[in-house]
Every structure is written in structure tokens, then in C-alpha cells.
């Protein structure tokens, strides 16, 4: 059986969930309460030493470093998001490096002070914050003349690097990131939330934030 450990909240998580779901895998999704610090207990730390999630267990393999997981389940089951040529995947690698390094970089000091702080009171960082939207103004543009010359980040088909940006762009609403001066960007992002692979994971990001009104 193979299990992915995950928070319906974390990035990296999101990010193996829905290539999980891209793929159309049977797997297990198993949410891993980090609040009550689960990720730390003796179980979990065999999967991943470092206490944190995302972790695969496929049957008995451990994995952790989303971006790790997702290569192998697209190695795993021969998919075109991640293809063996070496030129296609170095371009893919190339962009999933640049997600991580100059959008995520910048994107989670932005999130963490404008979604997660306030929610759980802790103290906001507001220099953090405007750095971050300042290296988020210096990268997107790349981004988005990637999206003006192709409908994806690496040509006409969807690749291992749009989902694992795609993963990385869920909270933007949540977090108040404003990608309107970024058209293809935002139609991008509107198109693959329409997929199955997204509406079977679920409805919208922080869903299960929302709590009814009458309570
Ligand atoms: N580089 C890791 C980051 C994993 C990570 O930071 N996960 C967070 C949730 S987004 C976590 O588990 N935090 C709990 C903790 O550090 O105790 C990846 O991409 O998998």
C-alpha cells in the first residue's frame, strides 16, 4: 500500500497529493495532526527523521522532501508530468528549482505573516513580509512570460513543475497575494483548479478552516 503522509495546509504536502491525484494512483491519504506535534512522535520520525510532512511509505520504502515523492510517483508510474528524456527533465527540474528557490522562498515569509500568524496569534513580521512581496515582484514576471509563451511551464502539456507551482500558489487567496497584474498566471491557475486531478482532492484551499456560520 502506499500512503502519503500529509496536512491538508502544508504546500509540500499539497504538492505530492495532487501529483498523486494527477497520476491516478490508488494511495492512501493520511492526515498527520501537527498541531498536536505528531510529526515528532517516535512512529512518524522513522518515516521522516526530520518531523515533517509530507512522507510516503510505499510498502515499507520511506520518502520525505516533497519534491523527492513527487519525482518518484512520476518515475514510479512512467509519467509524462516528469518524461526520462534528459533534456525534457532538466528543464523540468530546472522550473521546479526556480519555484522552489524564487517563488517559494519569497511566497512563505508572505503567507506565514499574512495567513498563518494571525491565525494562530503569533507576532507579524512586517519587513518579512515586504521582502517577500518584493522578491514575489521580481520573479513572477518570469513566470508569467513562460505562461505568455506556452499554455504550460514547459510547453503545450502540463508537467511535474505546474503542479508543484500550482501546489505552491494555493493559499494566494487565503494570503492575500494579489497575482492580478499576472493575466496568463491567474488563467492558468483557473484552468487546472476546473481538473479532476484538483476537484477530487478537494473543493478550496483552507476549506476546512471555515467554520459554519451558525456555530
Ligand atoms: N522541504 C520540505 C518542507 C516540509 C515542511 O516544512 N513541512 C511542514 C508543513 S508545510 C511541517 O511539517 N512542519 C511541521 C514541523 O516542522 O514540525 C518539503 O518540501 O517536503
Avoid at 74 to 99: E, G, M, N, T
Avoid at 116 to 126: H, N
Avoid at 130 to 136: I, P, V
Avoid at 152 to 159: H, R, Y
Amino acid at each position: 500500500m502506499l500512503t502519503i503522509y500529509g496536512s491538508d495546509l502544508s504546500g509540500p504536502a499539497i504538492k505530492t497529493r495532487l501529483t498523486a491525484s494527477y497520476l491516478g494512483i490508488d494511495y492512501k491519504w493520511q492526515l498527520v495532526n501537527l498541531r498536536e506535534k505528531e510529526q515528532k512522535q517516535e512512529w512518524f520520525l522513522k518515516i521522516n527523521p526530520a518531523g515533517k510532512v509530507p512522507a510516503l511509505d510505499d510498502d515499507g520504502f520511506h520518502l520525505f522532501e516533497s519534491n523527492a515523492i513527487c519525482k518518484y510517483l512520476c518515475d514510479k508510474y512512467d509519467s509524462a508530468l516528469y518524461p526520462k528524456d534528459i533534456r525534457k527533465r532538466a528543464v523540468i527540474d530546472q522550473w521546479i528549482d526556480f519555484v522552489s528557490f524564487h517563488i517559494l522562498a519569497y511566497y512563505v515569509p508572505v503567507m506565514v505573516n499574512r495567513l498563518f500568524a494571525p491565525l494562530r496569534g503569533l507576532p507579524v513580521d512586517e519587513k518579512a513580509m515586504l521582502d517577500g512581496e518584493n522578491g514575489l515582484k521580481q520573479y513572477f514576471p518570469l513566470i508569467e512570460a513562460q505562461l505568455t509563451k506556452n499554455a504550460f511551464l514547459t510547453g503545450t502539456a502540463v508537467c511535474l513543475a505546474d503542479i508543484i507551482l500550482f501546489a505552491v500558489l494555493e493559499p494566494t487567496e487565503m494570503a492575500k497575494i494579489d497575482l492580478s497584474p499576472y493575466p496568463k498566471l491567474t488563467a492558468w491557475r483557473s484552468g487546472l483548479k476546473k481538473q479532476p486531478f484538483y476537484t477530487r482532492c478537494y473543493k478550496e484551499y483552507g476549506e476546512m478552516l471555515k467554520v459554519p456560520a451558525s456555530r
